[in-house]
């Protein structure tokens, strides 16, 4: 297959929350997690990123906190640089984007994706928000079927293996430990 486009789950530093004793007690969402969808072989402004956050989102012109009562909000954004982003520590490969499947619709079923729901048990957040996600790719055939249960755990022990490393573009094929592993 030529330059399909691949489906990366992408997991970001939040400062003093990824580290220490934070780390151990926020467990997964110690860290922020979303996608990253990349060609084949990604450079520069070549990427999109897709995530939901319930942090301050400002306006570019006047400054403005558009999101004062922390409401979960679904963010897409183009031209993004997987190479030059401080805060992204690792990427994962969970699939390749079918050909069938134009980026206005892979942007839809994520963006149909329910937004986390504060105070509830478990917590939601934007972890739990991805492994939704996930679950709908599932759904409409865009990705493979796997467990999600043992991805994050997974995906989780390789956020941490990055931290320790601190190398940029740091990367797991998780398709590749999948395939090797039904072998």
Not at 133 to 139: E, Y
Request: aromatic letters at 8%; proline letters at 6%.
């Amino acid at each position: 297959m030529p330059n399909k486009r691949r489906i990366q789950v992408a997991i970001y530093h939040r400062g003093a929350l990824s580290l220490s004793d934070n780390r151990s007690i926020l467990g997964p969402a110690a860290f922020h997690w979303g996608f990253i969808i990349t060609p084949k072989h990604p450079h520069n402004l070549d990427c999109q990123a897709y995530d939901v956050s319930d942090g301050v989102s400002l306006d570019p012109v006047s400054g403005e906190d558009l999101n004062p009562d922390r409401n979960w909000l679904f963010r897409s954004k183009s031209n993004v640089d997987i190479f030059h982003h401080d805060r992204l520590i690792g990427r994962i490969l969970i699939g390749k984007v079918p050909s069938w499947v134009p980026r206005e619709r892979l942007e839809r079923i994520l963006k149909e994706v329910k937004m986390p729901v504060r105070g509830v048990e478990p917590a939601q957040n934007c972890v739990s928000w991805t492994m939704d996600a996930i679950q709908a790719l599932q759904d409409k055939g865009v990705l493979g079927r796997f467990d999600r249960g043992v991805f994050l755990e997974r995906a989780l022990a390789f956020a941490d293996s990055c931290l320790v490393d601190l190398k940029p573009g740091c990367f797991w094929d998780y398709t590749a430990a999948l395939a090797s592993s039904s072998t």
